[in-house]
Structure formats: structure tokens, C-alpha cells
């Protein structure tokens, strides 16, 4: 496909994606999983188990099942996260100590939860503590993306981002959507310079 050439292929590296949230959500985001599998070559391998209730999600289980999966993994784990998916990776990160190091931590079209984000009922659930950026692992790489035409987060929900988390790489485009269509070659190229991957 003419948005791989150039792309260096990932090797080796184990990742868990979580998906956002909603009525058919894991078979939604699939899509995008199935893209960034091809984006990121054959020796990369996707995890991506259905979180529970995605119609209704709660972070508490949310976070019990991620817990679940990194155990069951091996090696240092590249976490992706699409919409709440992000918005739960994030907080589980501020309130655990991984069971597996990280290797990078990537957001894809992440909400913000509290202040200047969203506020709905239950959202709070949500909410990352206001000193996450201290909490996360020093020394892993955070990636966080978002396309303009969002049609489901705000693009504003970047900028939010960039202040929670001030070590993060943001990187903004202009076109893709909510599932971020063609934004996979940017990830494959950000993950292909973890040492991991060389």
C-alpha cells in the first residue's frame, strides 16, 4: 500500500490495544487494529481482547482486565489505547505498578475526563489524577494522537493531553477521523525508533 513504503517494519514487540467505548466498539476498532497490524509488519504482535460491558464500562473492570492481560504477555508492552480506551490506559497507569515494563504508551483519539474535558455522569470514573505525568513510568516513551476532524473527541482533547502529560509526543492531523484513518504509518514509524525495535 502506497502509505507503507518507507514505513520500517516492527519486529518482535508485543502490544496490548483496548478499545473504546460503546455498542460494537470492539468490532469497530478492529478495523483500525487490522491496519495497524499491517502497518507494523508480522513480528508484531496485537493483543486485543473485548473489554467487559463496552456498552457500559466501568474503569474498575477495565482496569482488572488490563491488569489480566499484561501479566499474561512477555516482555516490555507497547499499550495502545483508542478513545476511552486511552482515557483508561492512562488513569490505570497512575494507580498501579505494571506487571510488565513499558515499552511506549500510545493514545489514539483519547477523551479527557474533568477540567476542561468532558463532564458527564459517571464520567468521573474517568478523571486522571492531576499529577499522572509523575506517576507514569519515567522512562516511557508517550505518544498521543488526534485528527482534526474528530467527528466523536474534540481535537481540543490534544491539547488537554499535552498539559496533563508534558513528556508526551502529540502529533496532530489534519484528516482521519475518529479511527484515525492513515494515521497507523505515523505509529509504526514512532514504535519502529523504540530500542525494542531495533
Known sequence: ???LRGVAQVEGQQTLFVHGAGQGAHAADGELVARLRQALGP??????????????PDHAKWKQRIIEEMASMSGPLVLIGHSLGGSVLVKCLA????????AALVLMAAPMWGGDGWRYDGGEQFEPPHDTAARLPQETPIHVYHCRDDEVVPFAHLGLYAELLPQATTSAFDEG???LHGVEAAVAADLAKLPAAQ
Open 1 to 3: 500500500m502506497p502509505w
Open 43 to 56: 513480528g508484531h504482535e496485537i493483543h486485543y481482547p473485548a473489554m467487559p460491558d463496552e456498552h457500559e
Open 95 to 102: 494507580e498501579i505498578e505494571p506487571p510488565r515494563p513499558i
Open 177 to 179: 477521523g475518529h479511527q
